[in-house]
């Protein structure tokens, strides 16, 4: 089979007639093998109805559907899973990406040889105030701390080889970083492709403003976890014994001081008027925390069943 087509969908019901129909023609004057999978996330409207019609109609329609609304990275990771394609397709399913890219996708993977291929709306037909502007700085974000230079990184239009959706593990809200979650995982040739975005026809967008805190937390996450995660200590060790070692250094000019006016017979302050006492109570402390939470980190870092997985190319 040449390609799998992965389509997440949270109440969708009114456009996957439509969207199946698109996607048959661009496959049959293409002529490739496809299988659409899609992924029924908890919808409470008509939708799985809908996918059992037009699987009852063809041969290359497969549904999973969910019992909860899980959200769109574990109906990305099911549609993953399942996926038999040698080219894996994301989209969504409220027809904003439209399938006459996919055969140019396709071409990329297979002759040009990435691994992923990312969209880019270049051209965004979404509110400006909700979802342009505030999606240009969050790009620019992912930019720097990812190091992949991408200019749409969560658009939902990709295109995957089929060896990096059977090795990379989407989570939580990560959807947002499928292109970190692969360069992470070694897949290095990453691209992008400008492609046409489309006015939702139907229904309403499921994601609100807090998608942006939740991208930014999970941004750093994500940065902590490929930079320290198999090493946690040697970031909190590091930082946790510099500030033991400030505050002790403080405690010892403090103590020092006031030997010394004993010494020299000067009426002494007390300890605690001297700003340093606080700072080494502080440093002290926090850094012993530091310190335990790095340690912590190792042991449970150290009992992680996947603490050896690691992903071998080749053996010869
Ligand atoms: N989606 C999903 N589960 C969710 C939320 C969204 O499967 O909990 C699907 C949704 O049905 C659509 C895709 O993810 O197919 C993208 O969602 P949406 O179009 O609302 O996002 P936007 O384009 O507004 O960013
Ligand atoms: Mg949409």
Redesign the pocket.
């Known amino acids: 089979m040449d390609i799998s087509i992965v389509?997440?969908?949270?109440?969708?019901d009114e456009?996957l007639e439509k969207l199946y129909e698109w996607i048959n023609k661009v496959m049959t004057d293409n002529k490739l093998s496809y299988e659409i999978i899609f992924?029924?996330?908890?919808?409470t409207d008509r939708s799985w109805e809908v996918i059992e019609s037009l699987k009852s109609k063809s041969e290359n329609i497969r549904g999973i559907k969910f019992r909860n609304?899980?959200?769109?990275s574990?109906?990305?990771y099911c549609g993953f899973k399942a996926a038999q394609g040698d080219v894996v397709i994301t989209?969504?399913?409220?027809l904003?990406d439209s399938p006459d890219e996919i055969p140019e996708l396709y071409r990329m993977i297979t002759v040009e040889g990435y691994d992923l291929v990312s969209g880019w709306k270049k051209k965004r037909y979404?509110s400006k105030l909700t979802?342009n502007i505030p999606s240009k700085l969050y790009n620019a974000t992912a930019r720097k701390v990812t190091g992949l230079k991408l200019h749409d990184m969560?658009c939902?239009l990709k295109a995957y080889k089929k060896d990096v959706v059977k090795n990379i593990e989407v989570y939580g809200e990560m959807?947002r970083y499928i292109p970190y979650l692969a360069k992470n995982a070694g897949f290095k040739k990453i691209g992008e492709k400008v492609v046409e975005h489309r006015k939702?026809e139907f229904?309403?967008?499921?994601?609100g403003l807090n998608?942006f805190v939740n991208g930014y937390l999970d941004l750093m996450s994500l940065y902590f976890l490929s930079r320290f995660g198999k090493k946690p200590m040697h970031f909190f060790g590091l930082w946790g014994s510099l500030m033991f070692l400030l505050g002790f250094f403080a405690v010892i000019a403090v103590g020092a001081m006031k030997l010394y006016y004993l010494f020299v017979h000067i009426k002494a302050p007390l300890v605690t008027d001297s700003p340093y006492f606080y700072i080494a109570l502080v440093a002290m402390l926090m850094g012993t925390q530091m310190f335990l939470t790095g340690f912590l980190g190792e042991l449970v870092s150290r009992n992680s069943s996947e603490r050896n997985n690691y992903l071998i190319e080749k053996e010869i």
């Open positions: 389509v997440p969908l949270y109440n969708e456009s992924v029924n996330d908890g919808s609304n899980y959200g769109k574990p109906a990305l989209m969504d399913a409220d904003q979404d979802k969560n939902g959807h939702r229904g309403v967008t499921k994601f998608r």
